[in-house]
């Protein structure tokens, strides 16, 4: 089946520093890649939507400038946690949409970012 | 807005018993509902779905139906087995070209041997 993979799978930051997370689709291409955030006990929180090559679209109430999204590439989207601070700390997956869109969405298997 | 709740976990069976983990949503339209489950270690993996009232999806030993009259889609299991043991997520998408999921909290399921 089709993978994706995220890394690191986990990452510990000092407060103020950014923070940059992959999201890979290894065996197919992906038009679109989507950010989600989860909170311990709590749904995945949809923060992005990632098209390649454009901007990312943001749900309300998600900071585009504390949350860049970049999909430079049809295998790739990053996350980048800018000045993370320790409320940024949570779980952050990414799914992928391939290009022959059958409507199933494809996961990596997440990372735990904790900042100090 | 839209929304997915489902029953909190964790939920512990022994081996060979009788699995149900509930799930109501609240949206308007009609749309698809899904089961994701989660591995230890593992990404969210598409576990059955359902596109339309009375549907029924099924992979695995799993079942669950989509109930517009009820607003719910609960996962059924007649027999778990230790492999079993994950996290269920719930989810819905209203469709279209957005593909956006709202899930559920998820839910652990141990099972015991």
């Known amino acids: 089946g089709a993978v994706v993979s995220q890394h690191p799978s986990w990452v510990i930051c000092k407060s103020g520093t950014s923070v940059k997370i992959e999201c890979r689709s290894l065996?197919?291409?992906?038009?679109?890649m989507f950010w989600y955030r989860q909170f311990p006990k709590q749904s995945l929180m949809l923060m992005a939507t990632?098209?390649?090559?454009?901007?990312?679209?943001?749900e309300q109430g998600v900071e585009k400038d504390k949350f860049l999204i970049n999909h430079a590439s049809l295998t790739l989207s990053t996350l980048t946690v800018t000045s993370a601070h320790p409320e940024d700390s949570s779980f952050y997956i990414c799914s992928a949409l391939p290009a022959q869109n059958t409507g199933e969405l494809f996961f990596g298997e997440g990372s735990r970012l904790t900042v100090l | 807005g839209d929304s997915v709740t489902q029953m909190e976990g964790p939920v512990t069976l022994s081996e060979e018993a009788f699995l149900t983990i509930n799930c109501t949503y609240t949206?308007?339209?009609?749309?698809?509902l899904f089961w994701y489950v989660q591995y230890p270690g593992e990404g969210l993996q598409l576990l059955l779905k359902?596109?339309?009232?009375?549907d029924k999806g099924s992979n695995k030993g799993f079942e669950a139906t989509y109930r517009k009259e009820t607003t719910s889609f609960h996962l059924e299991k007649g027999s778990v087995q230790v492999s079993d043991s994950a996290v269920y997520f719930c989810?819905?998408?209203?469709?279209?070209?957005?593909?956006?999921?709202?899930f559920g909290t998820g839910t652990l399921l141990a099972v015991q041997p």
């Open positions: 065996d197919f291409q992906a038009t679109t």
């Open positions: 949206a308007t339209g009609y749309p698809s």
């Open positions: 990632s098209n390649e090559g454009s901007k990312a679209t943001y």
């Open positions: 989810a819905l998408n209203k469709g279209g070209a957005t593909n956006k999921l709202i």
């Open positions: 359902a596109t339309k009232a009375d």
